[in-house]
């Protein structure tokens, strides 16, 4: 059994590329590990500037997570702000941290970049969150001793980071925390959006995991098809056919992308593509309309979470306390 450690911002609404490209396969993986997931509320405050915002958007993930299937018994899930311990290990840890290592950073680099290019100071509009995220994130990780972090190959770097930290560390002060690996899943697909390219909130091209059925259909109808009739043959690897293949089992894929060769309309593709899609979100959209209107429930869950959280992340900041010479914690 292994740990593992993975977190996600809460800067927007769920789609179905995050159900397929993130949240499932943190439940596959869960299987059989100790896994720990949290909403990185902190790490989110450079993008979320609005305290009902940041509380809005913390709440909804949450609950997208519990109607997406996250059993609590089997997860640890809990909210980053819960745990203050992860911002005293952050402090230790920027007392390791080269300055040279955060000016390589892909975010603080692509922003320094953009900068010299607009003829403007290297560092302008850069605060020390963006600048430190990197610290954080590798506090996150160490905190609770977490063997593999799943991640996008965005996130790589950060976790290669979190990697070099643990290692300062155990060279100074001795074996303290386990090395952190990302495990990137190169077998996740890329799910497209409404236009073909990769579906992003940044491109406006989502399909929103638990929309009302009337919007499902109407965003169903903007996805960009060409201009063949009905009756002429279609692509069967087209963006209807692939979101297909995410929602109907192996048999309907096959008879529809059978169906498509043989000519079927674009507009009649689109109503089975909704039918496929809406029998498989309704019951989580029912749940998450639940949570959404019991917040506390959902803030029960973090609350657990968070004890649960907290006592693993007090015994290892207790062990680094004692390497660096500061006492332990009070119980
Ligand atoms: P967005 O691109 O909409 O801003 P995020 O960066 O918040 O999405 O993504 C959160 C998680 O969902 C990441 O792990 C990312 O890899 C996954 N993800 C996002 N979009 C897709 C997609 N189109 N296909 C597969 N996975 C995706
Ligand atoms: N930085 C990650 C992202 O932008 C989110 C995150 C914060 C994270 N802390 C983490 C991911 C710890 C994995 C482990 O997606």
Request: net charge neutral; proline share 4%.
């Amino acid at each position: 059994m292994d740990r593992i450690l993975t977190a996600i911002k809460p800067t927007g609404i769920m789609h179905i590329g995050n159900y397929f490209g993130a949240v499932k396969p943190l439940f596959q993986m869960s299987e059989g590990n100790e896994t720990f997931f949290f909403i990185a509320d902190y790490h989110a405050l450079n993008f979320i500037k609005s305290a009902e915002e940041l509380k809005n958007n913390s709440q909804m993930l949450a609950a997208a997570y519990l109607a997406c299937g996250l059993d609590p018994e089997k997860i640890i899930f809990f909210r980053q702000s819960d745990v203050p311990e992860v911002f005293e290990l952050n402090w230790i840890l920027s007392n390791i941290t080269p300055k040279g290592l955060m000016n390589r950073a892909h975010a603080y680099k692509a922003m320094v970049e953009q900068n010299i290019e607009n003829g403007l100071d290297k560092d302008s509009n850069v605060n020390m969150g963006l600048y430190n995220y990197p610290i954080l994130m590798a506090a996150d990780i160490l905190l609770y001793n977490s063997k593999y972090v799943p991640v996008g190959l965005d996130q790589k770097q950060h976790c290669e980071i979190a990697r070099d930290l643990a290692q300062y560390f155990n060279n100074r002060y001795g074996e303290t925390f386990v090395l952190p690996e990302p495990k990137i899943e190169e077998s996740v697909a890329v799910i497209p959006g409404l236009d073909g390219r990769k579906m992003s909130k940044s491109y406006n091209n989502t399909i929103q995991m638990f929309c009302s059925e009337k919007d499902l259909q109407k965003t169903i109808n903007r996805i960009v098809t060409d201009s063949r009739l009905p009756g002429e043959p279609k692509n069967d690897d087209c963006t209807l056919a692939q979101f297909y293949s995410l929602f109907g089992t192996k048999e309907q894929t096959e008879d529809y992308k059978k169906r498509l060769r043989e000519g079927l309309g674009w507009g009649d593709a689109k109503k089975e593509l909704f039918v496929v899609m809406n029998e498989y979100i309704s019951p989580m959209r029912e749940k998450y309309n639940y949570y959404m209107s019991n917040p506390q429930e959902v803030e029960k869950i973090l609350q657990e979470g968070s004890i649960k959280a907290r006592r693993i992340a007090r015994k290892v900041l207790n062990k680094v306390r004692k390497k660096i010479g500061v006492c332990k914690l009070a119980d």
